[in-house]
């Protein structure tokens, strides 16, 4: 060894010399990594001392396995240690060991690589792997990629909770198994390929549990190098809740709170698109405008909660004689609409008759047990192609109506006969 130390002086690498564990050579890398003032101030010191007592069995254990008297030139597998630098800092060193000769008697020599950034980085790596998984695993939405031909090749465990399966129960299966209509993930399909990605996009989902889910998805397609669709990778998220709140939110503000019928404005909705396929399809459309007859007579006499229970009956009453195609809505206070489309005036002119009779049948009580009944007038007016709007054939009903109340009550009236 002592012909060439100055060659050891020029290696990157840390170089100990040690004999019974003290150190008898140091090199200018081994003084750097140990942040020794000098190789002379290491001479004679422990080599063990420098090593963090975690490590310090584990380091000992190896030197007495390769300080084996001829097992001279065969270093051993190099292993990570913390080493205590005479400043205090820690660092973290690849070592291998080997046994050697020093002045003539044995000796270990050792080789050590600082690796203090490179564990750093690790570290930092490890951490932010972490961080990335608890992220990913706490994520409320869906995780997914699918390959080309739709099959899922990746999903998070978001599924979990979204659908009720294990994400190894959906990989492998294309993503169809779990669309109760075929519409929403051909429109989805459709949708990103015609884009490239969507946001928010609506559709419906069957849970494990048979449970039908409304879902937002998010999503972008995935291209090879050759620019050939790939796939599709995004998330979706469950938004049934918010899906039934706005449902709810829309029944609020279609619905008459009182009869529990379409409010006015809905049923004009309904009526304007009846209206406007008729337009268009030449088919017919009959609309009854019915007022109930003396109803102020009725809040008179028996109050007005009576009167409202009243306007409940006669909402039933009515709806009972309509088909599920039919349409009825309260116009306000206690008056009322009913739309049949695909119905001539005849027709529409009988399905008045049945609503007029089943209103005077109507048994009521008031709360004394008193019984009373109500009567209803209804105009009848039919779709004409020459009308300019809506409001043409809502009129002639309304006229109608004037005319039903004017000629005495219970009892429709048309401004037009049928065959007109
Ligand atoms: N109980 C109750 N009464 C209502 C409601 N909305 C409107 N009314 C009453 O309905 C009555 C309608 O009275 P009028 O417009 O004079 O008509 P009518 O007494 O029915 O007479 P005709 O329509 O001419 O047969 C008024 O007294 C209103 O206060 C309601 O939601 N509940």
Redesign the pocket.
């Given at each position: 060894m002592s012909h060439d130390l100055r060659l050891l002086h020029l290696l990157p690498a840390a170089v100990l010399v040690t004999q019974d564990g003290a150190i008898r050579f140091a090199n200018a890398a081994s003084v750097e990594l140990l942040e020794a003032p000098s190789a002379d101030r290491l001479i004679g010191r422990l080599s063990g001392d420098f090593v963090h007592p975690i490590d310090q069995v584990r380091s000992s254990n190896r030197i007495q396995q390769v300080a084996v008297p001829g097992q001279a030139g065969r270093p051993n597998k190099s292993s990570e240690f913390r080493i205590r630098t005479a400043r205090g800092n820690l660092r973290m060193v690849l070592i291998s060991s080997m046994a050697t000769e020093w002045d003539g008697a044995p000796a270990v020599l050792m080789c050590g690589l600082d690796m203090t950034h490179q564990s750093e980085i690790e570290a930092q790596l490890r951490e932010s792997e972490q961080n990335f998984r608890r992220l990913f695993d706490s994520l409320q939405d869906v995780y997914y990629r699918t390959n080309a031909q739709g099959v899922v090749q990746h999903v998070g465990p978001g599924v979990r909770r979204v659908l009720g399966y294990e994400p190894h129960e959906i990989e492998g299966r294309t993503a169809e198994s779990y669309y109760p209509h075929s519409s929403d993930r051909d429109a989805f399909k459709a949708a990103i390929l015609a884009d490239g990605e969507v946001s928010d996009f609506p559709g419906q989902m069957v849970r494990r549990d048979g449970q039908v889910i409304d879902i937002s998805i998010s999503s972008h397609a995935l291209y090879d190098h050759a620019g050939n669709f790939a796939g599709v990778e995004g998330i979706y998220r469950d938004v049934t809740q918010r899906k039934n709140l706005e449902r709810e939110l829309q029944r609020l503000a279609t619905t008459d709170m009182?009869t529990g019928i379409a409010n006015r404005r809905a049923f004009l909705e309904t009526a304007e698109s009846a209206y406007a396929h008729s337009c268009h399809s030449g088919e017919p459309l009959t609309l009854l405008m019915l007022?109930?007859?003396?109803?102020?007579?009725i809040?008179d006499r028996y109050g007005?909660l009576e009167?409202?229970r009243a306007?409940v009956a006669f909402a039933q009453a009515v709806k009972s004689q309509l088909r599920a195609s039919d349409a009825v809505g309260r116009l306000g206070?206690?008056e009322f609409g009913v739309l049949l489309p695909l119905t001539t005036l005849a027709e529409g002119l009988e399905a008045a008759h049945r609503i007029l009779q089943s209103v005077r049948a109507l048994q009521l009580n008031d709360d004394t047990g008193q019984a009373y009944r109500i009567t209803t007038?209804l105009g009848v007016g039919a779709f004409r192609q020459s009308d300019r709007s809506l409001r043409d054939m809502l009129d002639r009903a309304d006229q109608a109506l004037y005319l039903a109340?004017h000629r005495g009550?219970d009892q429709i009236a048309s401004l037009e006969t049928p065959g007109d």
């Open positions: 009182l007022d109930l007859d003396h109803f102020k007579a809040n007005h009167g409202d306007l206070g206690e007038s109340k009550r």
